[in-house]
């Protein structure tokens, strides 16, 4: 199940939950819904940024398919190949998934989007203002993730 989906905040219009949040346990391993290229990993050692660990990866199709909140040990690296169904994350705990409880964040991007965070990729974020022109550049992950 996902949660932090359509939430109240978000029909009064302050800020979107740019990505669906689903509510798994601590551990889970996380697979590729396709193939993609790892083209971005940080790792929020100090939880300061509220992600833990992240992973972003070009897909086939060009878009950008973002997975949150994992534990911070990622053995992938810039530039790999994973494949379809290939364990490439697990589900970090409260002190090592930017202090949430454990859930995966999936945000799925198009190029605009990343464009704008070109300078600094760690300053992508999982909410937008409602008024944010970037929301035109973000797409549904159930379309990849199912």
């Not at 364990?87 to 190029?111: A, K």
């Amino acid at each position: 199940t996902y949660i932090w989906r359509n939430r109240k905040n978000e029909r009064k219009g302050i800020k979107i939950h740019l990505g669906i949040d689903y509510n798994v346990p601590a551990g889970t391993e996380i697979a590729m819904p396709k193939k993609g290229i790892v083209f971005h990993i940080m790792k929020d050692s100090q939880n300061n940024i509220g992600w833990g660990g992240r992973i972003i990866w070009k897909m086939e199709d060009s878009t950008y398919l973002l997975y949150g909140h994992l534990k911070q040990d990622i053995k992938l690296k810039i530039g790999q190949i994973c494949e379809k169904g290939e364990i490439v994350g697990i589900v970090g705990g409260i002190n090592e998934n930017g202090n949430w409880f454990p859930h995966l964040h999936v945000q799925v991007m198009n190029q605009s989007f990343i464009d704008k965070y070109k300078k600094d990729l760690e300053e992508i974020d999982g909410y937008l203002s409602s008024d944010d022109k970037n929301l035109n550049n973000l797409i549904n992950p159930e379309i990849i993730i199912f």
